[in-house]
């Protein structure tokens, strides 16, 4: 099944072109005839095209709106310079698409019907800033393929819907949770599902038997703690503010603050969560940059100390989270690394390991040095009781897989 993987943001699409079946995935042979991402949708467009050969090309179009990118994409993939070998619409056999939140109804990935939409549009509240542009997108690709081609919703919340009620609810008066559904879902469930798939494939070991930290370190973060294959705790909690600090989000802070700071600051409430959303984190501590690579830069060679600082705090935020999640799985075998600072920077790894010597972990230098670039491997030093990997997220591929299953009926994985 040639399966079009969607992931739509307010003014950019991500997208990959993969070829799947039942054999394939048994066999992990799955195909990636093309990926990329089209940015600044709503004025002069860049699209950025990587082909299964390796190869890389850049374009420009004006593209107005989703419509009109999606619109331009399908083009260019049923087109024989593509390479995709795609050259109809009809090629494109069924659509997976990431959908952030599914809040309480929706437990597993599921085809695209009416009552569906109206089940994402119910959770729009509960997220506001992807959950339009998720429906959006489904929109878009039904204008553009025709109500023919199946869609499949892929939620990021599904994962952690085996979190048992002491790990998602909050201490607040329990009708709120009643009444209005507040409790903790998690979100990057699909990446760190992806990661935990993967270490059990290369370490060969049975999914019952796996326990495992997870952490998804990008411009956003999340930890996870995994075992036997479901996620039993998470940072993120009802909205993807709390937990681990990032790019320009705070992580976990005292509820108070919200109320002291709008006072202070004469602000709103919803405009001190803007603040806490889009100018905290690393951003906001350093006063430079989210981007992880300009800060160890800064700090590094010019010893700018607020950039040290930033790096300090989200290393010691992401050691704590390692901690806990430690104990809440009685012990781990290993902490595994994703995301792009999770992938690339040996340096924030180290930091984040040390420390983490009373749990049996110890790091080979060299071995993590060499990690980068989408390298997958171990870099814990021979004989630590705990092991430390790299394990590059795919989230992509289990969005096409789960789209694959629905579509066909194949069972999804539990």
Not at 245 to 261: E, K
Not at 307 to 312: F, K, N, Q, S, V
Request: charged share 25%; net charge neutral.
């Amino acid at each position: 099944m040639n399966v079009l993987v969607l992931n739509v943001g307010s003014a950019t699409l991500k997208f990959q072109v993969v070829v799947t079946d039942n054999d394939r995935i048994m066999h992990d042979q799955d195909v990636k005839l093309l990926r990329g991402q089209i940015e600044r949708i709503g004025g002069e467009s860049v699209i950025t095209l990587r082909g299964n050969d390796g190869s890389t090309r850049k374009r420009t179009a004006p593209l107005r709106d989703m419509r009109s990118a999606v619109d331009w994409l399908v083009g260019y993939i049923t087109d024989p310079e593509s390479g995709t070998g795609l050259t109809a619409r009809g090629d494109i056999h069924a659509v997976g698409h990431r959908v952030v939140h599914g809040g309480e109804q929706f437990r597993a990935s599921v085809l695209v019907d009416e009552s569906v939409l109206q089940g994402i549009e119910d959770n729009v509240e509960l997220a506001p800033l992807h959950n339009p542009h998720n429906l959006r997108g489904i929109e878009a690709t039904r204008k553009a393929l025709g109500s023919g081609v199946p869609q499949v919703a892929v939620f990021d919340t599904a994962f952690h819907h085996t979190l048992p009620e002491h790990a998602y609810l909050y201490a607040i008066p329990y009708p709120l949770y009643r009444r209005h559904k507040i409790r903790r879902y998690g979100f990057h469930g699909t990446s760190h599902r992806s990661i935990a798939y993967r270490f059990r494939k290369i370490t060969d070991r049975e999914r019952s038997d796996v326990r495992i930290v997870t952490l998804h370190l990008g411009n956003g973060c999340s930890a996870c703690a995994i075992r036997g294959g479901v996620s039993i705790d998470t940072s993120m909690g009802f909205t993807p503010l709390e937990g681990l600090v990032m790019g320009t989000r705070s992580g976990d802070i005292d509820a108070a603050l919200l109320d002291y700071i709008a006072a202070k600051e004469g602000l709103s409430l919803s405009q001190v969560e803007a603040m806490l959303n889009s100018q905290s984190g690393l951003l906001g501590i350093s006063g430079l940059t989210n981007d992880m690579r300009d800060l160890l830069a800064e700090a590094n060679e010019l010893q700018d100390r607020r950039a040290r600082l930033a790096i300090e705090i989200f290393c010691y935020r992401a050691r704590k989270y390692v901690g806990a999640y430690l104990a809440a799985l009685g012990g781990a075998d290993a902490v595994v690394f994703a995301g792009g600072v999770g992938e690339n920077s040996a340096q924030i790894r180290a930091r984040i390991c040390d420390g983490l010597e009373w749990a049996g972990l110890r790091v080979d230098a060299a071995a993590n040095e060499s990690l980068v670039g989408g390298r997958e491997g171990r870099f814990s030093a021979e004989g630590s009781s705990m092991e430390a990997w790299v394990v590059p997220t795919d989230e992509e591929l289990l969005i096409a897989r789960d789209t694959f299953r629905v579509v066909s009926g194949a069972p999804l994985p539990s």
